[in-house]
């Protein structure tokens, strides 16, 4: 198991939790003090009173929680939102109100999720051409005509 450094930055500050036995993500809880509201169209930046530390070649991505999404029409505006692992400030997510109505994030909300992912590091290598595959350049909805 991957052991990932946790700092809470507020005492009251929840932990990332796995909601059932097999949940890919961890929810993150809003450290908010009081109740913010996310007017129509909107966008604001919550606090969730952690920072972690990554190991090399990791990402945590941040994510929306579909149930939030669907009753609320709440998610986070950059999907997935990634914390590289050379990063130790507080995790915040930038929620936006895709809806209609205010939206108030209550303290200790439940307000989206963090997948840990591994990636791999790249070295591009300039060339004349690309090998030739069926879909070619397409792309952007060409196989719907």
Do not use: C, W
């Amino acid at each position: 198991m991957l052991k990932i450094k946790l700092k809470k930055l507020e005492p009251g500050a929840k932990l990332p939790r796995m909601m059932s036995a097999n949940a890919a993500g961890y929810d993150l809880f809003a450290s908010n003090s009081e109740p913010v509201e996310v007017k129509a169209g909107t966008v604001e930046l919550i606090p969730t009173g952690i920072a972690i530390s990554l190991p090399p070649g990791f990402e945590a991505q941040v994510r929306p929680r579909s149930g939030l999404a669907l009753k609320n029409l709440v998610a986070p505006l950059n999907s997935p939102g990634t914390i590289d692992a050379d990063y130790r400030g507080e995790v915040k997510v930038i929620l936006f109100n895709f809806g209609k109505t205010p939206f108030f994030v209550e303290p200790g909300m439940r307000i989206a999720q963090m997948i840990i992912s591994k990636h791999e590091r790249a070295a591009f290598e300039v060339v004349e051409e690309l090998d030739d595959t069926h879909r070619g350049s397409g792309g952007f909805g060409h196989t719907d005509k």
